[in-house]
């Protein structure tokens, strides 16, 4: 082979090595596990949408009546999430169940068939810090019936303090102008 090319084949192998060697060491790294797939996608979203309740819940003081409600601008710590934050990846809504007498709450995507239960990409996605339902029998054999909910993780930030220094000035407000005859 004449030098040219060697050159042209030396330049040719310097510029692929480096991307051969970027996608071995994503794939050792990253395991073969790591794909994209909707199910692994949804229970990303399903996590973010449990997270979001439970700051929501730390920044008012209770829970929101359904997802729909981080959404929107009725909080005025809010939004919390986007409206495309409430479809999972078969576009079907992420489902929110919330009891709250019992300070309860369970996110949750039914999989790709729509259909509780399943296996595989069918599986259901349940946010890891759900409070999901349980029999009376299985909250007694835990020890309390309400698990508390732990706001350390959620400090608010000076400006939220401050809105919600207002919101509480103004319900005491709005408490004491409803007093009957003082």
Sequence with gaps: ???RNWKIAAAAVLALAPMLLGVLVWRVVAGPGCTRTDH???RAQVNSLGEKVRAYRCDTGFYPESL?????GAS???PYAKRSELIDA???PVVYLWN??????????LG?????????????IVYDGSLAPLSSKDWYRRGQPVQPVDCSRYKPTERK???????????????AKAAPGD
């Design 1 to 3: 082979m004449s030098e």
């Design 40 to 42: 692994t996608m949804t």
């Design 68 to 72: 729909e409600a981080l959404a929107g």
């Design 76 to 78: 005025p710590l809010g």
């Design 90 to 92: 078969w576009g079907r």
């Design 100 to 109: 709250g007498k019992q300070e309860r709450f369970a996110v949750f995507s």
């Design 112 to 124: 790709s068939d729509g259909l509780p239960g399943g296996e595989g990409q069918s599986a259901d």
């Design 161 to 175: 303090s401050l809105v919600l220094s207002h919101m509480k000035a103004e319900s005491k407000d709005g408490a």
